[in-house]
């Protein structure tokens, strides 16, 4: 397929940018479309996958049929099998008429399935006999139907960790992917950021009627640099807001950084993005990283002093084993019939592992001092079996659950007088 062809797609749909990953995502979508196979788009949210299944539908055969798009994360799970495949009258209560389903009206058309990997287990089975079979049954009703639709998939989550958990069949997995596009995210995509800013400052500035909004060097570099987990939805809404907000029409550094919220780079993210982002913009998520962050601080500012203040003798261990010991022990009375675990060792239970950054490392410290707490315990636990077997060191090593051997080793060892 030669460049130009490929331009001609790009305006004919309205796909902004020159990158070779999306070059490449266009040249298989538009290879792909004049068959019949099944396709899985998968990419970031608000990557753009939507244009690509209206590519595949406008260059097939079936560019007259209808084309549907449905958002299977958007449909309730009780309804999602009547709405995609119909139901008869009276199978539901409410359902006091039949209904076709999309698979029914789309006959020789697509479908286009946003979010696939929400789709509900028992939705996928029908799914899979429609895309092996070209059958489908209505709920509530046991007459085999025909159709024929294409299906175009689209996912932006890690479908093959989805059959991992369980949550998609593999069966319909490897079905779907027979061919796969991969949109690639705009932090990727390189000059595009720049190319998109442009589009979408003249889009606003005919919408709003102001004057285009342009750029800085300066700023056109931090924008380049800027990871962009809303992908090219995030952008045109940044665009947006300073197009409407901002009265300097040249956008420097520190205006954009304005609008570039904390990067999220490595934390998970909380909730799947939705249409209301969409519009509301990433504020409160951005919001929640930001109190992460500062707990996480604040979590290790107080390690270290407390860690400090041990060490120059400020506080006591002692003193605060023998009250984590009797706060442990109130606990374990109001649980009673639990087993009773090793109360320091659950207390003094060390750093629970993430890294600290700029933080020195006190873990050997900590292993240190767990490592003697568990031998005072040992010594004393054996000094008890002792006594309350009158020092017979058979009695007391089953009690232990050590042979005798090892207890008389550690009698030794602890220099403990029977
Ligand atoms: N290449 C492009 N040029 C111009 N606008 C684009 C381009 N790609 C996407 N957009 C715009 O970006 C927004 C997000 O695109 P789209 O809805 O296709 O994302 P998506 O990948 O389907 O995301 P999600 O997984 O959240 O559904 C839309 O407003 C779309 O019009
Ligand atoms: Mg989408």
């Known amino acids: 397929m030669n460049d130009s062809e490929i331009q001609s797609i790009k305006a004919r749909f309205g796909i902004i940018g020159n990158s070779p990953l999306l070059n490449h995502a266009i040249e298989v979508a538009s290879q792909v479309a004049p068959t019949d196979m099944t396709v899985l788009i998968s990419g970031e949210s608000g990557s753009g996958k939507e244009s690509f299944s209206k590519i595949i539908h406008h260059l097939s055969p079936r560019k007259h049929g209808k084309f549907i798009a449905i958002n299977c994360g958007a449909i309730p799970e009780g309804t999602i099998d009547s709405e995609l495949f119909g139901h008869e009258k009276g199978s539901f209560t409410g359902a006091h008429e039949s ?19 929400e789709m509900p287990l028992a939705t996928q ?14 709920v509530g009703s046991s007459k085999v139907q025909k ?98 907000l901002e009265m300097e029409r040249e956008i420097n550094t520190d205006k954009i950084l304005k609008y570039l919220p904390a990067d999220s780079n490595y934390l998970p993210a909380l909730y799947r993005q939705n249409q209301q982002e969409d519009k509301a913009g990433l504020s409160e998520r951005d919001l929640l990283y930001k109190i992460l962050f500062d707990m996480r601080k604040d979590v290790n500012d107080l390690k ?24 442990y022990r109130n606990a374990a009375e109001s649980t009673s019939g639990k087993e009773n675990l090793p109360a320091p060792y659950v207390l003094k239970n060390p750093e629970p592992d993430y890294d600290f950054d700029n933080i020195e490392d006190i873990s050997h410290e900590t292993e240190r001092d767990e490592s003697l707490s568990i031998e005072a315990k040992e010594k004393e636990l054996i000094i008890k079996a002792l006594r309350k077997n009158n020092n017979r060191r058979k009695y007391a090593a089953k009690d232990l659950g050590i042979s005798e051997r090892t207890l008389y080793r550690k009698i030794k060892q602890f220099e403990i007088d029977d």
């Open 99 to 117: 209904r076709k389903g999309y698979f029914e009206v789309t006959n020789g058309g697509t479908i286009f399935l946003d979010e696939i990997g």
């Open 304 to 327: 270290k002093l407390v860690h400090n203040m041990i060490n120059e003798d400020i506080i006591d261990r002692d003193g605060i084993d023998s009250a984590l010991m009797e706060s």
């Open 147 to 244: 159709t024929d639709v294409r299906v175009v998939a689209a996912t932006n989550v890690n479908l093959l960790d989805s059959v991992e958990n369980g949550k998609f069949r593999q069966d319909l997995y490897y079905r779907l992917n027979t061919v796969p596009i991969y949109v690639p995210p705009l932090r990727e995509r390189g000059a595009d950021i720049e190319l998109l800013f442009r589009k979408f400052a003249a889009d606003f500035s005919e919408k709003y009627k102001v004057k285009p909004l342009s750029l800085t060097e300066n700023a056109k570099i931090a924008l380049s640099k800027y990871r962009f987990p809303g992908n090219i939805r995030q952008l045109k809404n940044l665009v947006e807001q300073i197009s409407v």
């Open 125 to 138: 089975a029908r799914l899979l006999r429609v895309l092996e079979y070209g059958e489908f049954i209505k």
